[in-house]
């Protein structure tokens, strides 16, 4: 749960008490602070403010990629749907002035629970069918979601509707720009041009995560039941359906080709974890919604284009500064395999 303490990154604790003894909170000093071992790039701790639990965030140090690490997106969406969808944690606090400790930090609630990656917690392990209780939540929670309108939620400032997929085509290869050589943005353009050619009409939108992933979910142990849905900095309003096929890229299942293996973050060989097309039919008939096969290839190309752009993102930040969580992924391998395998993609049949 904690990183070792020789490890945790120091932060000015004064400085951010005296701000919050501004805001009317009380920072508990009396109460050990900790730093939480989750989380890629953020840094997370276990504080106490007001005699209650909370946790603590921050963006890492330095020139960040645009539009990352937002916390003030964030803070908006945790203070208005934590209150609507009861497995988002409320925000607390945020401040935005940088002379406090150099960069913007948020305060929110703190849940209890368990957040699970690609290997099952000891006291999971032997619970019957836990990977299809698992699979089940993630698909209930992600419906619950996408069913809460953003006129509902007092979020409808939070994106545009229209054209909100060729606006992600467009942005990850801006993105791609900053971080990728020229020869891989050869590659990054073909692949860019056969999105723009094949990307389907607007579709009704929702609240969408985009980081929903089921180390990003804190599951009570022992009543098996969904406490929290954390990482909320780059949700919005959008495809729903581009969503949910971000669940299933990292989704995995036990006989999955290297790439998809590699960015699998759940722990697909439990027992009953369910497949992918599972995994997509029930959500689809919760929902009531229909996909064809074109437009899920479409997203699923799109969504790979995301995900090995942003690993190149994290390979550039890791490369720049020395990050205790850092994964130990050989980033550039993935990069490349992602690219090759999303190209490949365009001209044939998915493999799932």
């Not at 020139?63 to 908006?76: E, F, M, V």
């Not at 930090?105 to 849940?111: A, H, K, N, S």
């Not at 467009?170 to 993105?175: D, F, S």
């Not at 900095?233 to 036990?254: F, K, Q, R, S």
Request: glycine share 6%; proline share 5%.
């Amino acid at each position: 749960m904690f990183i070792d303490r020789g490890l945790e990154a120091s932060q000015d604790w004064d400085a951010i008490e005296r701000y919050l003894k501004g805001q009317g909170i009380r920072l508990d000093r009396e109460v050990e602070i900790r730093q939480f071992a989750s989380g890629i790039a953020n840094l997370n701790y276990l504080i106490s403010v007001d005699g209650k639990l909370a946790v603590f965030r921050r963006p890492p140090s330095g020139d960040l990629p645009p539009g990352a690490y937002d916390l003030a997106r964030q803070h908006k969406i945790m203070s208005r749907l934590g209150r609507l969808l009861p497995i988002t944690p409320l925000s607390l606090a945020y401040c935005e002035d940088r002379s406090v400790i150099g960069v913007p930090f948020l305060i929110t609630e703190f849940r209890k629970g368990i957040a699970i990656s690609r290997e099952l917690p000891e006291r999971l392990r032997y619970v019957e069918n836990i990977g299809g209780a698992l699979s089940k939540l993630m698909v209930e929670a992600l419906v619950q979601l996408h069913r809460i309108s953003p006129e509902e939620a007092g979020l409808t400032d939070l994106g545009r509707t229209e054209g909100f997929i060729l606006r992600q085509v467009h942005g990850w290869r801006k993105r791609a720009s900053r971080v990728m050589s020229e020869e891989q943005m050869k590659k990054v353009d073909d692949l860019r041009d056969w999105l723009v050619a094949n990307a389907p009409g607007d579709c009704p939108s929702s609240l969408i995560h985009l980081d929903f992933k089921l180390d990003n979910v804190l599951i009570d142990p022992e009543t098996l039941t969904v406490q929290a849905i954390v990482d909320w900095e780059i949700a919005t309003i959008g495809d729903p359906l581009y969503d949910l096929v971000m669940v299933l890229i990292p989704w995995g299942e036990p006989d999955d080709i290297p790439v998809y293996a590699r960015l699998c973050c759940s722990p697909c060989t439990a027992p009953g974890w369910w497949s992918r097309r599972r995994a997509l039919e029930a959500y689809l008939r919760e929902m009531g919604r229909i996909i064809s096969d074109g437009d899920l290839k479409f997203y699923w190309v799109l969504a790979l284009f995301r995900t090995f752009v942003a690993h190149a993102q994290l390979h550039v930040l890791y490369a720049r500064e020395s990050m205790p969580n850092a994964s130990t992924i050989d980033r550039s391998t993935l990069i490349n395999t992602t690219l090759e395998h999303s190209l490949a993609l365009t001209s044939r049949a998915l493999d799932w």
